[in-house]
T-cell receptor, first 113, second 113 residues
C-alpha cells in the first residue's frame, strides 16, 4: 500500500489548458515536497509546503497543502510543452514508521503543442 | 557545491555480473537515500544512511544488494549477480536533517542484458 497516492496517473493535454494533480494520504505529513522529473534525469525540487492550508505560487504553478496536512495539489495554468514530465509528491509522515522519505505514485504529464 | 553527483550515468552489464554505483551527496548533508525507479513510476525506497550508519533497508532489497557510506561522505551501492529485473534507474538523494527537502542526483541507468 502506497502512503501517498497521486491522481491522475497519466495526463495528456493541449498547450494552453489548465490541469490539477492531486496527492493524497491517510497520514498527516510534517511537510510535502513536489518534484518534476524529466526522462533520464533525477527529480528536481519545485516547492515545499509546510503549513496546513498553505498556498505557494511558482509562476504558472500553484501548490496547496490541505488544512489537515494529509493532501496536496498542484495546479498548472496555461500548460506549455516544457511542463511535460513526471510530477512527484514526497514527504515525511508525522508519525514516521521508519526513516524513509516517501514518494507518491507519480503523475506523468504530456503537453501537446 | 555542485549538488548530488552520481556515477556512472549509464551502465550496461551482462546478467550475472556485479556492478557498483557511486553517490557523492551535498557536502553538509548527513542523510543519504538510495531509490530504484522504473519507467513512469515513483521512486522506490531501497536504503537510508544517517552519517555512516545504515539505519533502514527496504524489505524488497534482496541480499544481492549492499550499500555503504564509509566516513559518512560518499556512498556506494553494489548489486551482485545482476538479473534482468534489476534494470532500472538508481537514484541517490541527500538532505540535511534540519530541513525537509531532499536533493537528487541525475541517477544511474542500469541495463542488464
Amino acid at each position: 500500500t502506497q502512503l501517498l497516492e497521486q491522481s491522475p496517473q497519466f495526463l495528456s493535454i493541449q498547450e494552453g489548458e489548465n490541469l490539477t494533480v492531486y496527492c493524497n494520504s491517510s497520514s498527516v505529513f510534517s511537510s510535502l515536497q513536489w518534484y518534476r522529473q524529466e526522462p533520464g534525469e533525477g527529480p528536481v525540487l519545485l516547492v515545499t509546503v509546510v503549513t496546513g492550508g498553505e498556498v505557494k505560487k511558482l509562476k504558472r504553478l500553484t501548490f496547496q497543502f490541505g488544512d489537515a496536512r494529509k493532501d496536496s495539489s498542484l495546479h498548472i495554468t496555461a500548460a506549455q510543452p516544457g511542463d511535460t514530465g513526471l510530477y512527484l509528491c514526497a514527504g515525511d509522515p508525522l508519525k514516521d514508521t521508519g526513516n524513509q522519505f516517501y514518494f507518491g505514485t507519480g503523475t506523468s504529464l504530456t503537453v501537446i503543442p | 557545491d555542485t549538488g548530488v553527483s552520481q556515477n556512472p550515468r549509464h551502465k550496461i552489464t551482462k546478467r550475472g555480473q556485479n556492478v557498483t554505483f557511486r553517490c557523492d551527496p551535498i557536502s553538509e548533508h548527513n542523510r543519504l537515500y538510495w531509490y530504484r525507479q522504473t519507467l513512469g513510476q515513483g521512486p522506490e525506497f531501497l536504503t537510508y544512511f544517517q552519517n555512516e550508519a545504515q539505519l533502514e533497508k527496504s524489505r524488497l532489497l534482496s541480499d544481492r544488494f549492499s550499500a555503504e557510506r564509509p566516513k559518512g561522505s560518499f556512498s556506494t551501492l553494489e548489486i551482485q549477480r545482476t538479473e534482468q529485473g534489476d534494470s532500472a534507474m538508481y537514484l541517490c538523494a541527500s538532505r540535511d536533517s534540519l530541513y525537509p527537502e531532499a536533493f537528487f542526483g541525475q541517477g544511474t541507468r542500469l541495463t542488464v542484458v
